[in-house]
C-alpha cells in the first residue's frame, strides 16, 4: 500500500499495538489534565484524537490480517 499510511501499515502488529497503547495512554492523561482545568475545547479535540488512533492502528492491523489471508 502506497501513501502516508503506507509504513504504518507494513509495521508488525505487535508495535503496532505498543505504540497505540503508549499514544492513547499520553492522549488519554492530557485529556484528563485538561478535563481538571476547564478546557472544553481541548477535552473534545483529545477525544477525537484518541479516537483517530484507535481507527488507525485497527484498520493497520485488519489490513495485516487481510494480506495474509490472500
Same mark, same amino acid.
Given at each position: #500500500?502506497e501513501?502516508?499510511?503506507?509504513?504504518i501499515?507494513?509495521m508488525?502488529?505487535?508495535?503496532?499495538? =505498543?505504540?497505540? #497503547?503508549?499514544l492513547?495512554a *499520553?492522549? *488519554?492523561?492530557s485529556?484528563m489534565?485538561?478535563? $481538571?482545568?476547564?478546557?472544553?475545547?481541548?477535552v473534545i479535540?483529545l477525544a477525537v484524537?484518541i479516537?483517530? =488512533?484507535?481507527? =488507525?492502528v485497527?484498520?493497520a492491523?485488519k *489490513?495485516?490480517? #487481510?494480506? $495474509?489471508?490472500r
Amino acid at each position: #500500500m502506497e501513501g502516508p499510511l503506507g509504513k504504518i501499515y507494513s509495521m508488525p502488529a505487535a508495535i503496532l499495538l =505498543v505504540i497505540g #497503547m503508549v499514544l492513547s495512554a *499520553f492522549l *488519554f492523561y492530557s485529556l484528563m489534565k485538561a478535563a $481538571e482545568n476547564g478546557n472544553l475545547l481541548l477535552v473534545i479535540l483529545l477525544a477525537v484524537a484518541i479516537s483517530i =488512533v484507535a481507527f =488507525v492502528v485497527s484498520k493497520a492491523i485488519k *489490513f495485516q490480517k #487481510m494480506k $495474509e489471508f490472500r
